[in-house]
């Protein structure tokens, strides 16, 4: 029997990685190299061919409700014109489906929930090229990061997430003996059980930058507490979620459950349902990333208290001296520049204090840095095709007007230019900007893709402190801080985490600001307004679940 | 350093209060019986002087805010009127000294501040009879159940959250070392520091019946996360609860941390403070116990999402067959004797199907275990004083009223009366009405007080059905069925675990429906009307904190 098989296959991968959520070091089953060694010989052809066997033609799903008409209209920033269509229907028919789904998985024990959804992620792994491949031409990440971001990466948070919701429901003990001594009396005997009852229909909003990265701990924390998921993708990036959605029904189906505990909920742009589905009683869940504007109208329309959130921030780097300022440039110009800055994490303002800013070579001036800064990018997109693995493409046309905007709002020390050679695609450098301190209009504004400021401020202290306000103001998943005095990094340090700003100090070689990796990183904190939700920690899954209990006498001892 | 002796002190009863939140089983470090060998020969003396010392004069809370004249016009429901009046100041003074104190304690390691909890809860166990007093004339609990549900019960389920609260924050390490394979380059390696950030400050908003029972889990989670907390005690209950904020503020102070971490916002009837302490925006999280209608009013009304509540419910009883109609009877006549049924889990509406109800004494009629039941609570309440000693007083004069309306829903079977001797005192004992299943209107509000309905129904499954569809749709706390055949049973525990109830099967001895015990019962699901937060669960704990971490190259291995 399959559940039986996937609890065999997958318990030590799932006590490893509850471990290592706990240790937080370094941890992955899934390879991030899209090598053939690890995931076969013809893996990256299969894939491709996979991919464009989606091309021009409905996307089947198996038992799907379809009542609507065929829907889609997905344009790849890199050019291609999909042409996929998916079935759609109503929200209302979409969560019948998937009330009607859910006993049999709520009655299921955390243990078969969780190794059905790790059967599910290993099968999403071995199509990690296929997925890479619908990531990249819906998102417009170049290849490698889309393969990353949208296979092994997405595919650990996903994990992170089963095993947290996991090991929280497993706190809780499936029967328990309750002996009241009572002096010289027997004493008073109760036999005790709790099950864990999920909440119900839960709702995961995707994004059009990151849809599996993002979208696979919302939707795997409520599958593995027993709520069924109603996977509504950005308009602009469905495939890689409508492909993790069929997998996902597969599995369950082999496992004996109703694959509509996972169902699909699409629609095109300026047509879109989220809203609808949004202020239904029925969605007892809602996780959700995207734009503030936006999620401030879920948290505020939602009909149930339980939203998590990732929205948006703006990322502050504060420089005020290093010991390498080589390799500071080349990591900030590449954290810059890794996919055009359209990642949640990627920075947005430099602070640095006017003078004085201690180095390894020599004391420098802010002027002198900000222009290290752009000539590392230039370097680093000085050849194209470089550029564009680096770069990859621009999601939404709206990224190119914001770019063209910001360049007005001071002095363009660097401007963002098209990639050469990527012919039919969307593609734009970082623009550099300086602006005044005093000017927050212009830089304490979310300015999405690859736009970033540089703020020249009076002091150390001036710089500091206006890159925590903003945090605690507008919301930031990162800081990166660079120094060599102790007691600035310590300040930054205490600063920072009052405003559950994830900091990283001093990044001069292969990590970079932009990067969290699952198990280790927490990814947005929920304490500021960069989104109230972390994932993934214990809060992010204790609440889609309750206990329910019942108590009996014992029989006598 | 009393900081390090508390911890010395306590770390094993906090490792043995973790252990029994994950066993369920029977345990607890207070002795609920108010004995001379537990808590010494002079300690009942010596409780009550105290009680009495505080009649007729200023609560002084040192160093408490006090910026408004003394309030205060409590008065017994044994008709003592008390006389105490306590400091008061404003929720925005309140606050910023909340505010103030928060630093210090939110850098405090969750070890710390777990063990000050319990060195504060150890303080209140050894005044337990004092507190019994407090809780007697503010409640109308009679002594007995006052000194257990007010002293080591309540502090039961304030080490019970206190010890949740310190699991899942010790779920994240202080700090771990990441270090990723780079094949045969040198790992790429980061050193990471995580630390608990508190939400801010969190308000407990304070019931009449139950003050520390139904207080101290959300009191101590939100301190044991690092957040100050300002209890606001019901207008009619403040005295237990300015006792406990006092031992708390004079353990904290020798601590060395701030004692303005807890604060008293003391009211009066009429001039209540709660609606502006619970749409101030510093308000992080709150703690409510009380009715459904201002509850659904601080649901909606609260700047924050974080909200935690017990409500009210309609606790159900379903009669299908008992093999010990005697002890049926007993048990149940004195669950709803007990505090005169001004508890949360009493039940009020016994639902039984018109005939052939198999007891052990024959098959019976509704109607005749009915009469049992009236007959049981005349036994049970036939002398005076033993009446007196399960009853009490009825706390509020509302509930004396909503027992005359509800003799006028049906046939009485049995009538409420005043208990004789208790002269000064409200009293009532049990009312008990027969009503038409069709009556809904009449069995189908919350009727707080010793209140029960007798619902006779037109079989087992009727009875059944409406009990469940009660508990989804009004909410429950618990729900008692008797029953004889399993497949029934099974049936009960199916669904009353659908809608999250807590369900007692068949209790017949000394175990009553109303008693719920820490580290083994969870107190409301959080998944019916009857409130959206459960004692104590992960999630009552989880979303009390956040976590922020910081990240730098680490040095070479």
Not at 199 to 212: D, E, N, Y
């Amino acid at each position: 029997m399959a559940q039986a098989l996937f609890l065999e296959t997958h318990r030590q991968t799932l006590e490893a990685a509850t471990r290592a959520n706990r240790d937080r070091g370094f941890w992955t089953p899934y390879v991030e190299a899209p090598s053939r060694k690890a995931y076969g010989e013809t893996a990256a052809e299969d894939g491709e061919a996979a991919f464009k066997a989606h091309l021009n033609g409905l996307f089947e799903i198996p038992g799907h409700p379809a009542a609507g008409g065929p829907l889609g209209k997905e344009e790849s920033p890199f050019g291609l014109a999909l042409g996929v269509t998916y079935p759609s229907t109503s929200p209302a028919a979409l969560i019948d489906a998937a009330q009607a789904a859910m006993p049999a998985w709520a009655a299921a024990t955390p243990d078969v929930r969780a190794t059905t959804c790790l059967e599910i992620l290993e099968r999403l792994n071995k199509r990690s090229f296929e997925i890479g491949h619908a990531v990249m031409h819906t998102t417009g990440q170049a290849f490698m990061m889309a393969f990353q971001a949208g296979g092994p990466h997405a595919q650990d948070r996903g994990l992170e997430a089963v095993a947290m919701a996991h090991e929280i429901q497993s706190q809780t003990p499936a029967s328990a003996l309750w002996e009241k001594p009572q002096g010289k009396a027997d004493p008073l005997r109760l036999e005790k059980t709790f099950r864990i009852i999920p909440r119900g229909v839960s709702l995961m909003i995707g994004c059009s930058t990151f849809p599996c990265w993002n979208g696979y701990p919302g939707l795997f924390a409520s599958l593995a507490t027993g709520n069924p998921v109603i996977v509504k993708p950005h308009p602009g990036a469905i495939l890689p979620l409508a492909i993790t959605v069929r997998v996902a029904r597969e599995v369950l189906t082999e496992a004996g459950f109703d694959p509509n505990l996972i169902l699909l909920a699409v629609d095109e742009p300026g047509a879109e349902t989220t809203k609808a589905l949004v202020t239904d009683p029925a969605i007892r869940i809602i996780d959700y990333t995207g734009s503030g504007t936006f999620g401030q109208w879920v948290r505020g329309h939602a009909m149930t208290p339980l939203v998590f959130t990732e929205e948006a921030g703006i990322n502050p780097v504060v420089i005020t001296g290093t010991d390498d300022l080589k390799g500071l440039c080349r990591n900030l110009a590449f954290s810059l520049a890794l996919y055009s800055g359209q990642m949640c994490t990627a920075p947005q303002n430099i602070f640095l204090p006017r003078e004085d800013i201690a180095t390894d070579q020599g004391s420098k001036s802010a002027d002198e840095i900000a222009e290290a800064i752009a000539v590392a990018l230039d370097k680093l997109l000085g050849d194209p095709e470089r550029a564009a693995g680096v770069c990859g493409a621009i999601q939404s046309p709206a990224t190119l007007t914001r770019i063209a905007d910001a360049a007005k709002l001071g002095a363009v020390l660097r401007p963002s230019i098209p990639i050469a050679g990527m012919d039919g695609a969307r593609s734009a450098t970082p623009l550099l900007v300086t602006v005044a301190a005093a000017d927050e209009a212009a830089y304490l504004t979310e300015r999405f893709g690859p736009i970033a400021f540089i703020i020249v401020c009076d002091s150390v202290e001036d710089a500091l402190d206006r890159a925590v306000r903003s945090t605690a103001a507008k919301g930031a998943i990162t800081a990166l801080v660079h120094g060599t005095d102790p007691a600035v990094l310590t300040q930054a340090e205490d600063a920072f985490a009052t405003t559950g700003t994830a900091l990283s100090l001093n990044l001069t070689g292969g990590v970079f600001v932009n990067q969290s990796a699952a198990f280790s990183d927490y990814h947005v904190s929920g304490a500021n307004p960069s989104g109230n939700a972390c994932l993934t920690d214990a809060a992010y899954v204790a609440s889609r679940f309750r206990v329910a209990m019942n108590r009996r006498p014992a029989s006598a001892a």
